[in-house]
């Protein structure tokens, strides 16, 4: 049996850096407060002409591009999105269209949250593998994720407003006999703790009127407390999870990549387990929490930075809204 192996990666950031002091204009906050509670410094939001699609474009031209891959040799498309620019068509149609891919290449997008890129390598390796998608002529897959979540975003609202920001990150994977994969999906159903409402004159909002008429309801609303007690047990049965199926235990593994949401999150697991501290990369100070695209930033940066040489072992554990988790377990 072949796994799926990452082979190439690429990101977008937009154009303006926002610091944590620049939020103390806008909002009763302080540089102090935002690091000693997330570990967050800056965030990057869109800026004009940019956006989740341009993001996502320009992250896969990069991944191709780091691959010496072309786009014809694409088989498939999945975006992992919570705030895509259209409902129909989908962005990895989108996307296909701006980098040429158009011979017949499968393309959707999913939305599992801070999840989704975990989700998108399990449905990859799921489809490659059995030959539902990519071929000889077609092997690889692109694997972006894409947030623009700044539009979202109440900025009278410190609870919120300081933790997100916008990127993209994409990867490019293929089918290959020596490496090693395993993954793992699950949620729970819990709305209250981590949501937006959709805004749109359509009976789809019967069950939220204020949806139709209240812009407001289209904010990211948060369960803090909530989200981080989730999160913290979610982190911990990942990897343990991870250990068991992968028979690597944390201790030996190389690094852990985890959704780029609160360095209290990965800190408080991380002593909880006695773990060094060099295992978990983090770069959520520069970019805070990027839902989809925080685990395929984090991956391309350590790529950037030569930490990824052929022969590391991986975890990667996702865990947002849904609410949602995911881990995988990946060899380079």
């Known amino acids: 049996m072949s796994f799926i192996k990452i082979i190439g990666m690429g990101k977008?950031?937009?154009?303006?850096?926002?610091?944590?002091?620049?939020?103390?204009?806008?909002?009763?906050?302080?540089?102090?407060?935002?690091?000693?509670?997330?570990?967050?410094?800056?965030?990057?939001?869109?800026?004009?002409?940019?956006?989740?699609?341009?993001?996502?474009?320009?992250?896969?031209?990069?991944?191709?591009?780091?691959?010496?891959?072309?786009?014809?040799?694409?088989?498939?498309?999945?975006?992992?999105?919570?705030?895509?620019?259209?409902?129909?068509?989908?962005?990895?149609?989108?996307?296909?269209?701006?980098?040429?891919?158009?011979?017949?290449?499968?393309?959707?997008?999913?939305?599992?949250?801070?999840?989704?890129?975990?989700?998108?390598?399990?449905?990859?390796?799921?489809?490659?593998?059995?030959?539902?998608?990519?071929?000889?002529?077609?092997?690889?897959?692109?694997?972006?994720?894409?947030?623009?979540l700044s539009r979202m975003l109440n900025f009278k609202d410190r609870s919120t407003c300081v933790l997100f920001g916008d990127g993209a990150a994409a990867a490019l994977v293929r089918l290959d006999d020596e490496a090693v994969f395993f993954s793992h999906t699950a949620a729970r159903g819990d709305a209250g703790k981590l949501f937006a409402q959709t805004i749109g004159p359509n009976d789809m909002n019967a069950h939220y009127p204020a949806a139709r008429t209240d812009p407001a309801a289209s904010w990211l609303k948060m369960d803090g407390p909530g989200v981080f007690r989730f999160a913290v047990t979610a982190l911990e049965e990942e990897i343990r999870l991870l250990e068991e199926k992968s028979g690597v235990g944390a201790g030996d593994i190389d690094y852990i990549v985890c959704h780029q949401a609160n360095a209290r999150i990965i800190e408080h697991v991380r002593k909880r387990r006695g773990l060094p501290k060099e295992k978990f990369?983090?770069?959520?100070?520069?970019?805070?929490?990027?839902?989809?695209?925080?685990?395929?930033?984090?991956?391309?940066?350590?790529?950037?930075?030569?930490?990824?040489?052929?022969?590391?072992?991986?975890?990667?554990?996702?865990?947002?809204?849904?609410?949602?988790?995911?881990?995988?377990?990946?060899?380079?």
């Open 281 to 332: 990369f983090m770069n959520l100070q520069e970019y805070g929490n990027t839902s989809g695209a925080s685990i395929p930033l984090a991956l391309c940066e350590m790529m950037e930075k030569g930490m990824l040489q052929s022969g590391r072992r991986i975890f990667c554990i996702g865990f947002g809204a849904g609410l949602t988790w995911a881990g995988a377990y990946l060899t380079f």
């Open 12 to 148: 977008a950031v937009p154009s303006i850096r926002v610091r944590n002091q620049d939020l103390e204009k806008t909002v009763e906050t302080s540089d102090a407060w935002i690091r000693s509670r997330t570990g967050i410094k800056a965030r990057h939001f869109c800026g004009k002409g940019e956006s989740a699609l341009s993001l996502a474009a320009a992250a896969a031209e990069n991944a191709l591009r780091s691959s010496a891959v072309i786009p014809a040799q694409v088989g498939l498309v999945i975006t992992a999105c919570v705030n895509p620019d259209c409902f129909v068509p989908s962005m990895a149609c989108l996307v296909e269209e701006k980098l040429g891919i158009c011979h017949g290449a499968a393309a959707f997008d999913i939305n599992a949250a801070c999840s989704g890129f975990i989700y998108s390598l399990q449905i990859a390796q799921a489809l490659m593998e059995n030959g539902s998608a990519c071929d000889q002529a077609h092997p690889y897959a692109l694997l972006i994720g894409t947030e623009q």
